[in-house]
T-cell receptor, first 118, second 111 residues
């Protein structure tokens, strides 16, 4: 079974631009979560989508948005890019909501998209 | 939300058992403890999850004392390929869901 795929793998943008990242979850997985990873802040949760609806959201400004399509594929958009948005953006998928049921459902992560903002 | 505290880094030699402890003093009744492993340039990978006492799988063991205020991830006979960052997460499906990874423990296995 193919793993989580993310495109593009690398991206260079300039301040003020916007960017769209794409994530294809493992077949059959309905939950897609997005994370930002930086050396200073570590791995931070952005949001989670399930059945095309945002179910959970982290503490990020409104410039960060996402959506999920009927085939569970997801996109993340960052508008008006800032230098501080340079990071590795990771997508993770799971069968159900990550926190549904008891404990956490295992999330499967993609390789990430490395975004550099100049 | 239960906050976790882990050592920033650890060194070990090949073949040794490595124990990484995570402190979570304000863990809630419904919270589970989950550990992930992350190699450079890769996304994290699930290792193990537990609620109390001991959980073991083919990769690691997780020890949780009765008060559940801490947990210990045990990696038996580590190899160079176990060099990675290990994250401890605490949470549950109740309340506001925030998948908080923290800064993790950077384990370096030496030959």
């Amino acid at each position: 079974k193919a793993g989580v795929t993310q495109t593009p793998r690398y991206l260079i943008k300039t301040r003020g631009q916007q960017v769209t990242l794409s994530c294809s979850p493992i077949s059959g997985h309905r939950s897609v979560s997005w994370y930002q990873q930086t050396p200073g802040q570590g791995l931070q949760f952005l949001f989670e989508y399930f059945s095309e609806t945002q179910r959970n959201k982290g503490n990020f400004p409104g410039r960060f948005s996402g959506r999920q399509f009927s085939n569970s594929r997801s996109e993340m958009n960052v508008s008006t890019l800032e230098l501080g948005d340079s990071a590795l953006y990771l997508c993770a998928s799971s069968l159900r909501l990550a926190a549904q049921g008891r404990g956490y459902n295992e999330q499967f992560f993609g390789p990430g998209t490395r975004l550099t903002v100049l | 939300l239960a906050k976790t505290t882990q050592p920033i880094s650890m060194d070990s030699y090949e073949g040794q058992e490595v124990n990484i402890t995570c402190s979570h003093n304000n863990i809630a009744t419904n919270d589970y403890i989950t550990w992930y492993q992350q190699f450079p340039s890769q996304g994290p990978r699930f290792i193990i999850q537990g609620y109390k006492t001991k959980v073991t799988n083919e990769v690691a063991s997780l020890f949780i004392p009765a008060d559940r205020k801490s947990s210990t991830l045990s990696l038996p006979r580590v190899s160079l390929s176990d060099t990675a960052v290990y994250y401890c997460l605490v949470g549950s499906s109740s309340g506001t869901y925030k998948y908080i990874f923290g800064t993790g423990t950077r384990l370096k296995v030496l030959a």
